[in-house]
C-alpha cells in the first residue's frame, strides 16, 4: 500500500484547473521546473538561515501543493500532448533534487545522528531511479511502496508541523530515520522485483500466443 494509490482521486479534483492552465499556455516542463525551484529554496532557506522552528510549517504547507505540482505537469503531459524526452527526464531529476534539498533542514531538528537522514536522502534517491528503471527493461514505471515519494512526503510534512508546534521529541524518536530508511530500502527492493515480474509475465509464452 502507497498514498500513491489516491493520485487519480487526487488528478480529479485537479483536472479542471489543469484545463484552465493549458488554455493560459502553462507547459508541463514549466510546472515541473517552478516545483523544483520552490523545493530547493525552501529547503536550503531553512539549513541555511536556520529560522525559528515556526518556518518548519511551510515544509507539510509545501509538500501539499507539491503533489498538486506533480500531479499538474503529470496531467498537461499526458492530457494536453506535452510529453517529450527533456520532460520524461526533468520529471525524474527534479524530484530526486527537490526531495534531497527538503529532507536536508532536518538534519538540524532530528535527534539521533544526521547519517540516518543522509542516508535516508541516498535511498530516496536510488528508489527512484530503480521505479524509472523499470521502463528500460520492458515494464512500466513502477510506484510500489511502502515509502514511496508521497509517503515520504507525509512523514516529513508531519515531523515539519511537530517541529513548528515546538513539541519535544521523546528519545525513541532517534529510531525513526533508521526505520525510514529501512522502509525505503524495501520499497527500493520490491521496484526491482515487480519490474522484472512485471517484464516475465509480459514476455511469458503462453501472453506472446494469446496476443497473436
Same mark, same amino acid.
Given at each position: 500500500?502507497?498514498?500513491? =494509490?489516491?493520485?487519480?482521486a487526487?488528478? !480529479? ?9 493549458h488554455?493560459w #499556455?502553462v ?6 521546473l517552478l516545483?523544483?525551484?520552490?523545493s ?7 539549513f ?8 518548519f ?8 501543493l ?6 499538474? @505537469?503529470?496531467?498537461?503531459?499526458r492530457e494536453h #500532448?506535452? =510529453?517529450t ?9 527534479? @524530484?530526486?533534487?527537490? @526531495? ?12 539521533g ?15 527512484? &531511479?530503480? !521505479?524509472?528503471? #523499470? ?8 510506484? @510500489? ?10 512523514? &516529513? ?10 513539541w519535544?521529541?521523546?528519545g ?7 526505520l ?11 521496484r526491482v ?8 509475465a ?7 500466443? #494469446?496476443?497473436?
Amino acid at each position: 500500500m502507497s498514498i500513491y =494509490q489516491l493520485k487519480p482521486a487526487f488528478q !480529479g479534483l485537479l483536472r479542471p484547473g489543469v484545463v484552465r492552465l493549458h488554455a493560459w #499556455g502553462v507547459t508541463a516542463n514549466q510546472v515541473t521546473l517552478l516545483a523544483c525551484v520552490i523545493s530547493v529554496a525552501l529547503g536550503l532557506g531553512l539549513f541555511f538561515l536556520a529560522p525559528s522552528p515556526q518556518a518548519f510549517a511551510l515544509v507539510p504547507l509545501w509538500m501539499f501543493l507539491r503533489m498538486a505540482f506533480n500531479a499538474v @505537469d503529470g496531467m498537461l503531459a499526458r492530457e494536453h #500532448g506535452q =510529453q517529450t524526452p527533456l520532460g520524461a527526464f526533468l520529471n525524474e531529476l527534479t @524530484d530526486v533534487v527537490s @526531495d534531497a534539498a527538503l529532507y536536508l533542514p532536518f538534519a538540524l531538528v532530528l535527534p539521533g545522528h544526521p547519517f540516518w537522514l543522509g542516508l535516508v536522502i541516498v535511498l530516496a534517491g536510488l528508489s527512484e &531511479f530503480a !521505479g524509472a528503471l #523499470g521502463t528500460t527493461v520492458g515494464a512500466s514505471r513502477r510506484y @510500489d511502496g511502502p515509502m514511496g515519494k508521497s509517503d515520504r512526503a507525509f512523514v &516529513f510534512g508531519a515531523l515539519g508541523l511537530v517541529v513548528s508546534l515546538g513539541w519535544t521529541m521523546p528519545g525513541w524518536t532517534a529510531l525513526l530515520m533508521p526505520l525510514l530508511a529501512a522502509l525505503v530500502a524495501l520499497t527500493t527492493v520490491r521496484r526491482v522485483r515487480s519490474a522484472l515480474a512485471e517484464r516475465t509475465a509480459v514476455s511469458s509464452p503462453s501472453n506472446t500466443k #494469446g496476443s497473436s
